[in-house]
């Protein structure tokens, strides 16, 4: 069974432009997740999609966006982006009724 | 969402067993304990989940005792590629109104 896919694996972009994360669930999972995860730090709760819709959000500005397409997979849009965005963002999915969550191997974002 | 707390480090070495603690004093009724393994760069990757009691996978233990106020993952005999990050998290699995909060987790160091 594949596991959670991200693309790209690396991006580098430059303070102002927008970045776009894909993401990929589990065959059969609902909910997908993202995170972010600055080097050397814990992960922070990005947003969480679930049927198409956001469910929950975490403490992050509004040009932290995203959707999830009716297949399931999922894009987070990073516009405006800030020199602090530079980190590895993690999407995971799960089973609509279940918390556990699997994760994908990450995006590295860059920003010059 | 009950908040974790672990010790930010340990070490250990090759071939002995590992118990990182997690206490969560105000776990709720419904919430479940799971557990998440890290290594730099990649995603975290699900080890054991429990509710009561012991668990035991062929990876892990999870022991919680009655109070559920704690809980513990014992790592059997570690080999240096158990050297990661761990991860403890508390949350209710039923779906909907779910955020995960990953903490900053124990970083364990398995020495030669």
């Known amino acids: 069974e594949a596991g959670v896919t991200q693309s790209p694996t690396h991006l580098i972009k430059t303070r102002g432009q927008q970045a776009t994360l894909r993401c990929s669930p589990i065959?059969?999972?609902?909910?997908v997740y993202w995170y972010q995860q600055a080097l050397g730090l814990g992960l922070q709760f990005l947003l969480w999609?679930?049927?198409?819709?956001?469910?929950n959000r975490g403490n992050f500005p509004p040009r932290f966006s995203g959707r999830q397409f009716p297949n399931y997979s999922s894009e987070l849009n990073v516009n405006a982006l800030e020199l602090e965005d530079s980190a590895l963002y993690l999407c995971a999915s799960s089973l609509r009724t279940q918390e556990t969550q699997y994760f994908g191997p990450g995006t590295r974002l860059l920003v010059l | 969402l009950a908040k974790t707390t672990q010790p930010i480090s340990m070490d250990s070495y090759e071939g002995q067993e590992v118990n990182i603690t997690c206490s969560h004093n105000?776990?709720?009724?419904?919430?479940?304990i799971t557990w998440y393994q890290q290594f730099p760069s990649q995603g975290p990757r699900f080890i054991i989940q429990g509710y009561k009691t012991k668990v035991t996978n062929e990876v892990a233990s999870l022991f919680i005792p009655a109070d559920r106020k704690s809980s513990t993952l014992s790592l059997p005999r570690v080999s240096l590629s158990d050297t990661a990050v761990y991860y403890c998290?508390?949350?209710?699995?039923?779906?909907?109104?779910?955020?995960?909060?990953f903490g900053a987790g124990t970083r364990l160091f398995v020495k030669a």
């Open positions: 105000n776990i709720a009724t419904n919430d479940y």
């Open positions: 998290l508390v949350g209710d699995i039923r779906h909907g109104g779910f955020k995960t909060i």
């Open positions: 065959s059969g999972h609902t909910s």
């Open positions: 999609y679930d049927e198409g819709e956001e469910r």
